[in-house]
């Protein structure tokens, strides 16, 4: 199983960009997005399942969570990005389904991708 993480890079402020994460070797009920800045802890952004869409606070509005299963590969659309967005971001994706209450915490995930950083100047 992997999840591999791709199109970060660095915009202006403002900006947008969209992330992909490709899944290989099986599909997921769940998927989410986290993001890690430097000397941070990891931070929930966005997850996908059966439940519904819950978005962290911070990007509530600007980023859209979404899938295509024919292709297995989830993505983060990225608006309006700010400064404080500088972050590498992570998909992750849970061994079986999982409950609402876990989604946006990073323990209950059991497959990372690599990461993708994204820089956004001001």
């Known amino acids: 199983v992997q999840l591999q993480a791709s199109g970060g890079g660095l915009v202006q402020a403002g900006g947008s960009l969209r992330l992909s994460c490709a899944a290989s070797?099986?599909?997921?009920?769940?998927m989410g997005w986290f993001r890690q800045a430097p000397g941070n802890e990891r931070e929930f952004i966005a997850a996908?399942?059966?439940?519904?869409?819950p978005y962290g606070d911070s990007v509530k509005g600007r980023f859209t969570i979404s899938a295509d299963n024919a292709k297995n590969t989830l993505y983060l659309q990225m608006n309006s990005l700010k400064p404080e967005d500088t972050a590498v971001y992570y998909c992750?994706?849970?061994?079986?389904?999982?409950?609402?209450?876990?989604?946006?915490?990073?323990?209950?995930?059991?497959?990372w991708g690599q990461g993708t950083l994204v820089t956004v100047s001001s």
């Open positions: 992750a994706a849970p061994h079986g389904v999982m409950a609402w209450g876990l989604l946006r915490k990073p323990g209950a995930y059991d497959y």
């Open positions: 070797g099986r599909t997921f009920a769940s």
């Open positions: 996908i399942s059966r439940s519904g869409t």
